[in-house]
């Protein structure tokens, strides 16, 4: 089964600082990647999405992510914080294996930017 | 507003009601997904529409749950005889045909069961 995992439940960070969210994936075939963030009573935003390509991959917001086969991991990055960039962030996978019409969710990492 | 539009945006109803939620996609979406989000959680799928056609519901979806797109366009997501259970945030989104697209998601519709 194709499945995603974040293993911070939370992330902090000091603004101007960098930040990295982590995902990591299990799928079989090539892996359709995607963030999206959510900010309070509010849905998901996309941010970025990895098809093919470039193993980085820029996004929305100054946020970029590596693409790691060989560690089957998209982290999220940002060369500096903002406390605006303080949100729940979701790494997720296309599933592929039923057809490629779902998206899987990680469970999310809440990430929290510090004045 | 171009974008994916859900109402209404809160309901709260007693336990034993029946509820229905609306979620109109973009309208040159013909993909359309309904998701259920509870606290601390991911979105989770629960159907999916082709057009008209529902293709895939979850197993999270019980016999209570009905959602429909008549025409194409708009969809709805019906939850009979509420239970406290049901209380989360419902999401909607929309895509085009094309794997590589992103899902756009609309704002949701928190319920609570009270």
């Known amino acids: 089964a194709q499945s995603v995992a974040q293993p911070e439940d939370q992330v902090n960070v000091a603004e101007g600082n960098p930040l990295t969210v982590k995902c990591t994936y299990s799928?079989?075939?090539?892996?359709?990647l995607f963030w999206y963030v959510q900010y309070p009573n509010r849905g998901l935003q996309f941010l970025l999405k990895?098809?093919?390509?470039?193993?980085l991959v820029k996004g929305s917001y100054g946020f970029e992510a590596e693409f790691n086969k060989s560690q089957t991991s998209f982290h999220l990055k940002k060369p500096s914080a903002l406390v605006s960039d303080s949100a729940l962030y979701f790494c997720?996978?296309?599933?592929?294996?039923?057809?490629?019409?779902?998206?899987?969710f990680g469970a999310g990492t809440r990430l929290f930017v510090k004045a | 507003d171009t974008g994916v539009s859900q109402n209404p945006r809160h309901k709260i109803t007693k336990r034993g009601q029946n509820v229905t939620f609306r979620c109109d996609p973009i309208s040159e979406h013909n993909r359309l997904y309904w998701y259920r989000q509870t606290l601390g959680q991911g979105p989770e799928f629960l159907t999916y529409f082709q057009n008209e056609a529902q293709l895939e519901k979850s197993r999270l979806l019980s016999d209570r749950f009905s959602a429909e797109r008549p025409k194409g366009s708009f969809s709805t997501l019906e939850i009979q005889r509420t239970e406290q259970g049901d209380s989360a945030m419902y999401l909607c989104?929309?895509?085009?045909?094309?794997?590589?697209?992103?899902?756009?998601f609309g704002q949701g519709t928190r319920l609570t069961v009270v």
């Open positions: 997720a996978v296309r599933d592929m294996a039923s057809g490629g019409f779902k998206t899987i």
């Open positions: 990895y098809i093919t390509g470039d193993n």
């Open positions: 989104a929309s895509s085009t045909e094309q794997l590589n697209t992103e899902a756009f």
């Open positions: 799928v079989s075939g090539n892996p359709y």
